[in-house]
């Protein structure tokens, strides 16, 4: 239960840094968005991890390797695509693509880590999955149809979502059967993503130019607070989700985001159908049907 609850919490923050990082978008490249959330939360998990004094158990190197490794693919070069997703498709046609995250994990954890899930857990899965894809497939006033969405954006959404999954697999390796704490996974996961990105961003030219629009105090906060809530503390709560509960049910459940933005929809004065609540209701089914499992 640990495990299903730390992964609802993680989609409910990824649901309003979803929202922050679209409009921050609109001023900073997908590689230094990634960037900027990424350096700030590995400053403040490191702060976490001195201040609690967590135990190192388990760090060995094999494990610190590919829980590096799982970073620079999940978060470094995952995160980047689905920013660079949302630039062209928008969150809502973003999101729809990121739902192919679970079944993927599920399915590499079944060849890699012969992690097999009960026909109870692969209907709760399909359904979760079935009640997030109707409610962000909907038609909204003025926008397009996932059909006819930029190719550039569907191809970054996959890669994305490829990429998430291969590094929730990974992730899942080392800590389910190693006594290494969340919060360390966190950080080295963040460490990985942070090195590939810097890589990238050197590779194409001066790091310093880049970076220059993040001088600006007001968005500069806006960065520091999408990181906090999308990174910080999502990441960690996703570690927990995939240290105690299987593979393809953590992606499931951390999968459900679109679900927490209706509410947010509704707060900010946007109109919400009668479609959507009954999408939610069914994946909320499909939810509850993986929790009790």
């Known amino acids: 239960m640990r495990g299903e609850l730390a ?6 923050l990824w649901a309003v840094a979803t929202v922050m990082f679209g409009r921050l978008g609109k001023a900073l490249s997908p590689l230094v968005l990634n960037l900027a959330k990424g350096a700030i939360a590995l400053v403040l998990l490191a702060l976490t991890l001195v201040l609690l004094g967590q135990s190192t158990a388990g760090l060995d190197r094999p494990a610190i390797g590919w829980l590096a490794l799982s970073g620079v693919i999940g978060i470094g070069l995952g995160d980047t695509a689905y920013f660079a997703a949302i630039n062209r498709l928008g969150p809502r046609r973003a999101l729809l693509l990121e739902i192919l995250a679970p079944p993927i994990a599920a399915l590499m954890a079944l060849v890699f880590l012969q992690e097999s899930l009960s026909v109870r857990a692969w209907l709760g ?3 979760t999955l079935a009640g997030v894809v109707w ?3 909907e038609r909204v006033p003025g926008g397009t149809i996932p059909g006819r ?3 550039q954006g569907i191809i970054y959404g996959v890669l994305a979502a490829l990429g998430q999954a291969t590094g929730a ?3 899942r390796a080392v800590l389910a059967d190693t006594a290494v704490a969340p919060l360390w996974s966190s950080l080295l996961r963040l460490a990985g993503g942070c090195v590939i990105i810097l890589s990238i961003l050197r590779y194409q030219g001066p790091v310093v130019g880049a970076l220059r629009p993040l001088r600006s105090p007001r968005l500069l906060a806006g960065v520091a607070l999408a990181a906090v809530l999308g990174t910080y503390l999502a990441i960690y709560l996703q570690q ?3 240290k105690y509960a299987a593979t393809g049910v953590a992606q499931a459940l951390t999968s459900t985001s679109p679900l927490f933005v209706l509410p947010l929809a509704a707060a900010l004065g946007d109109r919400v159908s009668l479609r959507a609540v009954a999408g ?3 994946a909320l089914a499909g939810i509850a049907i993986l929790v009790n499992g």
Do not use: E, Q
């Open 7 to 12: 992964a609802l919490m993680a989609a409910c």
């Open 149 to 151: 969405a930029n190719y």
């Open 169 to 171: 697999v990974m992730s």
């Open 135 to 137: 409610v962000i497939a």
């Open 240 to 242: 927990i989700a995939l």
């Open 280 to 282: 939610a209701v069914v």
């Open 125 to 127: 899965i399909a359904l």
